[in-house]
């Protein structure tokens, strides 16, 4: 009988922690790289976010109801946004999650915030499987099997005469060794030929070995999946030891900050991106967003930030379907229930957003428009420079 007692209690008190109610401000966890190389695409996916707290706040936040973000830095690898994904889940006790930064990180990170119940919303991950990883997993970055194919074609636009191709990948990322999937055969489907395909490691920064094949090889276009550390030095490497063709960067290069590390060389890359900050006319988010930006940060926003700002949108737009949804105030919710109401509200109707109108299908995958093609141009101080819309 007093076994049957305390199991009674331990049960209402367990229930009585989960029915726990939110408290105001809500918390939305950001769980992106802050340190490591991974970073140089992380402050960007910071400052996104951080101007849609300032933008979404100012509107009322959900129906009144402040929210604030909360940042676990996950670093670069597995065992980071591992961890950052736990903090945000049990000690922060986020409804919801924008991260981690690589598809790498997020086959790791993403099945605990699924067992967990506690919806993600992938800001850049772009490897094949993302959504599939889980039913709490989606995402605003459109996958690169769709963008990469745009960089090729524009590719062969500028010199019809592309026969031979060299791919260059890093072979320990989960989205270059998805993204050189597509690009290699995209390449073919366009009916050029692969002389060469190289490897790397996104911790290289001495690429002599694969510059050298590529120079042997004598190809018109050389295509590389990397991150932007390994991938800009690559590119220079390729520009200093006499490479002349083009070069087509995938994903991993569509950031301001790898400016600085190919310097002068990053000239005319050719890059793929899921966001123009020039689309300000017929968007009028993205001209708000564009608008805060650049106040800010005295420049354009990259596609990164707009990503992450789009996430939060999402956020908040889909708590306020929950408001309606339950009938309640976010407040008067418990956890659990804002968590799993939440991920079905996100994947309900559509968002207009810095990226266009989009929206999640029910698995979770994105559904966007709009795509663009850039080349990079160069100031004559060889540091900074900026990505020039040319599709
Ligand atoms: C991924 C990517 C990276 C380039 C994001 C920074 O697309 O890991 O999926």
Redesign the pocket.
Known sequence: MKRLFFAVLTIMCSTAAHAEKIKAPIHIGIGVAQTSN?AL?GEEQVNGAKVAEAVFNAKGGINGTHFKLVYQDTGGDEAGAINAFQNLINRDKVVGIVGP????QAFSADPIANRAKVPVLAP????KGIPQIGEYIGRV?AP?AFIAPFAVKYALQENPKIKKVAILYAQND??STSETGTFQESVKKQGLEIVTTQKFQTTDSDFTTQVTAVLGAKVDLAVISG?AADGGNLVKQLRQMGYKGLIVGG??F?TANVFPVCGKYCEDLIVAQAYSPAVVDTNPVNKEFVTEFRKKHKKDPPQ?AAQAFTAVQIYVEALKKVEANTKNKITQLDLATVRTELNKAIRTGSYRTPLGEISLDKEGEINQKSFYVSRIKMEPNGKSGKFLNVK
Not at 124 to 127: D, I, L, P, V, Y
């Open positions: 991974v695409f930064t690589l598809s790498q850049s991950n772009t490897a970055s690169i989960a989205y991150l994903n991993g569509n990164f």
